[in-house]
């Protein structure tokens, strides 16, 4: 069975932080890992990694994947009250292509 | 660009009714899911579909159905409610099942 871990559960920070959110995971024939942001609709996408592509950055979001210790890190610098949100992380395997969520980090940014 | 659109928004029904939330895309994406999400939950697959014809269940099917007769449509079904079933539902589609998904709005379902 495939396993997406979150941690921590949640984090509450101030504004200019940096915040570093984890995603471990179990998955036989690991294809995909992929990050959301989840305000208070549906998820909106952020990055995706593989096996080619380790490591992704969006002005002050990154992400890097380790493929040997089988973990993901999102990295929030300078948080700003509109990162506050559920971050979701998921991964894929290359046989059924289903993709398979953690629960999820809360995230609050106070001003 | 109207991406993934899902209807109802909201929905009340009563213990043992039946009713089908509608997804539809317009990206001509082959792959389409659905997802359940309940507080601490994360998201739960429900069905999804790897293209018209053929589905397949998820992680929690049990009462849910489905049908892909289309490339843009994939109805779930809810065959007779459970208070168990109250849930957000979301539909998502992507060009390949591993890359990035798409989702609707969600369907916020209450079952009394």
């Known amino acids: 069975e495939d396993k997406v871990v979150q941690s921590p559960l949640s984090l509450v920070v101030h504004e200019g932080d940096t915040v570093t959110l984890n995603c471990s995971y179990e998955?036989?024939?690991?294809?995909?890992l992929l990050w959301y942001k989840q305000e208070k609709k549906a998820p909106t996408f952020l990055f995706m990694l593989?096996?080619?592509?380790i490591e992704k950055k969006s002005g002050r979001l990154s992400s890097i994947l380790d493929k040997k210790e089988l973990f993901s890190i999102l990295n929030i610098t300078a948080t700003q009250t509109g990162d506050s949100a559920v971050y979701l992380c998921?991964?894929?395997?290359?046989?059924?292509?289903?993709?398979?969520f953690g629960k999820g980090t809360l995230l609050t940014v106070n001003p | 660009n109207a991406g993934v659109t899902q209807t109802p928004k909201f929905q009340v029904l009563k213990t043992g009714q039946s009713m089908t939330l509608q997804c539809a895309q317009d990206?001509?994406?082959?792959?389409m899911s659905w997802y359940r999400q309940d507080p601490g939950m994360g998201l739960r697959l429900i069905h999804y579909?790897?293209?018209?014809?053929?589905?397949d269940q998820g992680e929690v099917p049990n009462g849910y159905n489905v049908s892909r007769s289309t490339t843009e449509d994939f109805p779930l079904r809810l065959l007779s409610a459970a208070p168990s079933q109250t849930s957000v539902y979301f539909c998502?589609?992507?060009?390949?099942?591993?890359?990035?998904?798409?989702f609707g709005q969600g369907t916020r379902l209450t079952v009394v």
């Open positions: 998502a589609s992507s060009l390949e099942g591993y890359t990035e998904a798409f």
């Open positions: 998955v036989t024939n690991f294809r995909s």
């Open positions: 593989t096996s080619s592509g």
């Open positions: 998921a991964v894929s395997r290359g046989s059924n292509y289903k993709l398979t």
């Open positions: 990206m001509n994406h082959e792959y």
């Open positions: 579909s790897v293209g018209a014809g053929i589905t």
